[in-house]
């Protein structure tokens, strides 16, 4: 089948899962033509769906190089390296952008299957992407063109806030901060409803209330120009209900546990790179 090019700035999704269902909708959404959106997958089923509802067009991966100025490499990692190495059997004389959103995965590893010589971005959403509220880290190679970058950001933009990192080694520490981070919120609201629901509140009321909480503190952090360390001191009276409850988290060691945990976070990204590594021969 032949698909129709449109013009530039062609972007094609290999994968359809949740993710490239998300960007590609995110996109359309912000007024991007749905004309030159494209998207491959085993999944025919996946793509008859974003066919028939979004009218992107669809094709097979080969189609996608052939047709696309960008590349979205949303599948797993555990399948990338062949999914790349079969990709530049239908590269021409100059690579598309790819654009890289699998965990663990390096540009190292990406330029070893995909040629020295391709331009990639590698990014890091966060789940909440899905409803456009994502938190993405971007590193860029430096023969990626600031036009590029731009198209790249943009389109990352269009599920949340994306930004760019100096080494590739700082998408380790963002790993942490919002690719794992929004687990660490749910922990605390699971935490804090199942105290809630022993307090005496319902199942529902607990639910309501902190969810709504952590909504409101979050608009009100971003809405602000205080620090997060004013905003607490803004709700903590002296020898209120308030200072109670932080002096609690605080004498558990709670500073120190979240330190912890994000370093462990950051040194399993590390290890997953170098285990993955292992195969890319």
């Not at 996109?27 to 008859?48: E, F, H, I, R, V």
């Not at 391709?118 to 590193?139: D, E, H, K, W, Y």
Request: net charge negative; charged share 15%; proline share 3%.
């Amino acid at each position: 089948m032949a698909l129709s090019h449109q013009g530039t700035e062609n972007i094609g999704f290999i994968g359809a899962g949740n993710m490239a269902n998300s960007l590609i909708r995110g996109m359309l959404a912000k007024g991007y033509p749905a004309g030159q959106l494209y998207a491959s997958d085993l999944d025919s089923a996946k793509l008859d769906g974003l066919q028939s509802e979004c009218g992107i067009q669809i094709g097979s991966n080969a189609e996608l190089v052939a047709n696309c100025d960008v590349l979205v490499l949303a599948v797993k990692p555990q399948v990338m390296q062949k999914v790349c190495r079969e990709l530049t059997k239908s590269f021409g004389e100059q690579a598309p952008l790819l654009v890289s959103i699998a965990a663990g995965i390096t540009c190292q590893h990406l330029s070893t299957w995909l040629g020295l010589n391709t331009p990639i971005i590698r990014c890091m959403p966060n789940t909440p992407s899905l409803v456009g509220q994502g938190a993405t880290g971007l590193f860029a190679l430096p023969n990626v063109g600031e036009d590029q970058r731009n198209l790249c950001q943009t389109l990352m933009s269009s599920v949340g806030q994306s930004v760019w990192v100096e080494k590739e080694s700082d998408i380790d520490g963002v790993t942490a901060v919002s690719g794992s981070g929004p687990a660490y919120f749910f922990l605390f609201m699971e935490a804090m409803q199942e105290s809630a629901i022993e307090l005496g509140l319902s199942e529902e009321v607990a639910r309501v209330l902190t969810y709504q909480t952590a909504l409101g503190a979050a608009e009100l952090a971003l809405a602000s120009k205080e620090s997060t360390k004013q905003l607490r001191k803004n709700v903590t009276s002296p020898g209120g209900t308030t200072e109670k409850a932080i002096q609690s988290f605080e004498a558990g060691g709670l500073r120190e546990l979240v330190a912890t945990a994000m370093r462990s976070a950051q040194q399993r990204s590390v290890s997953l790179a170098a285990e993955l590594g292992k195969d890319e021969t």
